[in-house]
Nanobody, 121 residues
Framework: QVQLVESGGGLVQAGGSLRLSCAAS????????VTWFRQSPGKEREFVGG?????LYADSVKGRFTISRDNGKNTVYLEMNSLKPEDTAVYYC?????????????????WGQGTQVTVSS
């Protein structure tokens, strides 16, 4: 079974950058779609971007966020640039045993514990 651990969250000023990591263990995730979601208080968990056969991004982060994989380290990254206060949320990585990226969270059965990202204005 795959386990996921996120890291790299923190407090950053608007316009700044952060890189989140999603480290997988148990099995290689090279054949898994790995997707980032985020959730802020009072809101539903929302799709940010995912890596599989294709790499997809939510419109709200397109051009600012980039997902990359290091299969040697079994890790997926979310590079976040030009951060805005509305990007503040807990960020989760999730995996599914298929290379098809799905934008709905219910499709994923493997989740990390989340990492907090706070963007100050």
């Amino acid at each position: 079974q795959v386990q996921l651990v996120e890291s790299g969250g923190g407090l950053v000023q608007a316009g700044g950058s952060l890189r989140l990591s999603c480290a997988a263990s148990g099995r290689t995730v090279s054949s898994y779609a790995v997707t980032w979601f985020r959730q802020s208080p009072g809101k539903e968990r929302e799709f940010v971007g995912g890596s599989g056969i294709k790499t997809l991004y939510a419109d709200s982060v397109k051009g600012r966020f980039t997902i990359s994989r290091d299969n040697g380290k079994n890790t997926v990254y979310l590079e976040m640039n030009s951060l805005k206060p509305e990007d503040t949320a807990v960020y989760y990585c999730a995996a599914r045993n298929s290379l098809g990226v799905v934008i709905t969270s219910i499709a994923y059965d493997i989740w990390g514990q989340g990492t907090q990202v706070t963007v100050s204005s």
